[in-house]
């Protein structure tokens, strides 16, 4: 497996990234299983793993302390806060109050010294960036983080945060963590190219698409299931988008045939083709789905297949808009006065 820069850097990390989710009640309830998980995608040499506070509450990060246990410097840890914890108001958010409380919470559950990029899970209106900034600052020169990432953040977002660190001379966000798939191109159209602009690396999940591109969902299956973690809108057989997405869905299958790859192989491998991506955060909840995810890291699509997606789905373009996941205040209607 080749290693990537991860934007200026210096660090080197796997175009694989093990994302954690799954790892807990959420999903993987088999803590042993989920620690073979890990181990496995280590010796097939993916270095770089994400996770996040809220996943499972707290458990996720609980398994991944437990399976770097004596593997800890080999790993670039990743981890995230700003999601409730709790029903307190102050449990959740962007606050200096919270960031330096919950960051000692993820260190105890991961089971280390140190968290390699700790990234704020969302954005929020109601906090000032700076004060956000001005917290994980703190904590980069404490030590206990090495650097610092955003996730779902809008292009002006980014911006703003870029040039509130130039200013008031803070660390910045050196990495940016959003959607992107073939279904969900939004990025490639002011994000990707912001990010690329400011040398930051793009950590991006759901290449999958929330399992429409894993073969999970075609036309002649039944109607998804929704959950908490599946909002309807994105699931819902009935909406247009999401027939439209079967349509497409059936139309990569041939292709990845044509390519003799099997979808979930073109799909990871169209995200980690993008001069602008990273890695690509992988999901697994079994062994044999990490099976599955890892033959992408090599594969390099042709200019025919990749011209046959653009086809499918023209570049930044998001077929249902309910997929994407920045961009969800500005659009309140609260903030367009109705």
């Known amino acids: 497996m080749e290693y990537r820069p991860l934007g200026r850097t210096g660090v080197q990390v796997s175009p694989l990234c093990l994302g954690a989710m799954m790892f807990g009640p959420w999903g993987n309830k088999d803590t042993a299983d989920s620690i073979r998980i890990i181990h496995h995608a280590l010796d097939a040499g993916i270095n770089f793993i994400d996770t996040a506070d809220?996943?499972?509450?707290?458990?996720?990060?609980?398994?991944?302390?437990?399976?770097?246990e004596g593997r800890r410097d080999d790993v670039f840890l990743a981890t995230k806060f700003f999601m409730?914890?709790?029903e307190d108001p102050n449990q959740r958010g962007g606050s200096r109050r919270w960031i330096i409380r919950e960051v000692e919470n993820s260190l105890r559950r991961l089971n280390t010294d140190y968290i390699d990029l700790y990234q704020v899970h969302r954005p929020s209106p109601d906090t000032d960036v700076e004060e956000t900034l001005g917290a994980l600052t703190d904590l980069v020169r404490q030590g206990k983080i090495r650097y610092i990432g955003s996730s779902s953040y809008s292009g002006s977002q980014i911006v703003e945060a870029q040039w509130a660190s130039r200013e008031r001379n803070l660390e910045r966000f050196v990495t940016e963590q959003p959607p992107y798939s073939i279904l969900v191109r939004g990025i490639e159209e002011d994000i990707l190219p912001t990010v690329q602009r400011h040398g930051m690396g793009t950590l991006t999940y759901s290449p999958l698409s929330g399992g429409w591109l894993s073969g999970r969902w075609r036309k002649d299956s039944a109607s998804a299931p929704t959950s908490s973690a599946r909002p309807s809108a994105r699931f819902d057989m009935t909406s247009p988008a999401n027939q439209r997405k079967l349509d497409i869905v059936e139309e990569l299958a041939r292709l990845a045939e044509q390519t003799g790859l099997t979808l979930i192989e073109l799909a990871i491998a169209f995200v980690i083709?993008?001069?602008?991506?990273?890695a690509a955060i992988v999901g697994p909840r079994t062994m044999e789905q990490l099976e599955s995810y890892l033959p992408a890291a090599d594969i390099t699509l042709s200019t025919d297949a990749l011209d046959r997606i653009d086809q499918?789905?023209?570049?930044g373009v998001t077929v249902n808009p309910d997929d994407n996941s920045y961009g969800a205040n500005d659009l309140t209607p609260v903030a367009r006065r109705r």
Not at 273 to 278: I, R
């Open 273 to 278: 083709n993008h001069p602008g991506v990273t």
């Open 54 to 68: 809220v996943y499972s509450g707290g458990a996720s990060e609980e398994i991944v302390g437990q399976a770097l």
């Open 84 to 86: 409730p914890m709790s």
């Open 312 to 315: 499918l789905v023209a570049p």
